[in-house]
């Protein structure tokens, strides 16, 4: 870690790595949150051709660098490089933070899953124990997210995703952490929900996953993994559905990064006025 008040030497080096990663606002959120902790660190985004990411890594890290966070499509890639992962990365099968403890040795961390309950429970004052959850989507996102998701004691979570396969794989791989079900969008059948969370990538494409109309509980919660400068469809379709709340990722994205750097330099960053100012 750096001594943030040696102002003599270069800034430590951190950088995100993606393709694309042009869109990506992980540089402005960790500037805000070295100004804010008065930490000296230079946060760059640099995208990589595929087949590049070993590479990329290896002279990121020969060259200086102090810490990675890793995006579409490398999670998965940088999971493969490291021998050593976080307990919540060990299962999740993909890594979005990698730190370098000693030269040469990597591990690897998946912060998602606390940034997506911090955001609900912290950020929102939202609950998942005791509360029965709806994840849609089987993808990487969905994976990173479900260990944090089930330690938090819901009554029951299921899982529903377009390749009904993908579903049921992911939930006998998380069973032994509580009660987890798989399936495709017909097999919710009656069930209600209290709170339903999109990990799917429907709404890049502007779509809504095909959700039986009646499984948001009444004043149920919706939270899309997506954001952006518009409510994303999801979000749309929550309130549309007489969601209580119905948030995008936006805090999530905030809330991993904040995690991330907290790994990195020991210091947590207050996220609130940070998600203020890019939502402004
Ligand atoms: P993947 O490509 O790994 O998985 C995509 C998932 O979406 C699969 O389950 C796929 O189903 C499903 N899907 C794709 N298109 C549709 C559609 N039109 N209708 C229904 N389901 C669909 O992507 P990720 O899991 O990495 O990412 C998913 C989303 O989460 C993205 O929108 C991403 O931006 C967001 N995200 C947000 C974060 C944040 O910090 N806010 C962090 C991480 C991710 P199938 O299996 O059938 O192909």
Redesign the pocket.
Known sequence: MGDPFDFGARPDAYAVMGNPIGHSRSPQIHAAFARQTGQRIEYTAIQVDPGGFEQAVGNFFANGGKGLNVT?PF?QEAWKLVREHGPEAERAGAVNTLLQDSPGHLIGRNT?GI?LVRDILQNHRGNIEGRRLLL???????R?VLQPLLAEKPQRLVIA???PD?AIELAHDFADLGEVRGGGFTDIGNESFDLIIN???????G?V?PLPEHCLAEGGWCYD???GAEPTPFVRWGLEHGAGVSLD??G??VE?AAESFYLWRGVRPRTGPVIERLRA
Do not use: T
């Open positions: 579409v999670k998602d940034g849609v989507g089987a993808g990487g996102a969905a990173g995703n377009r390749s993908r990990a799917s990538a429907a709404s890049l494409h779509e996953p993994m997506m954001y990722g936006l999530m994205l991993q």
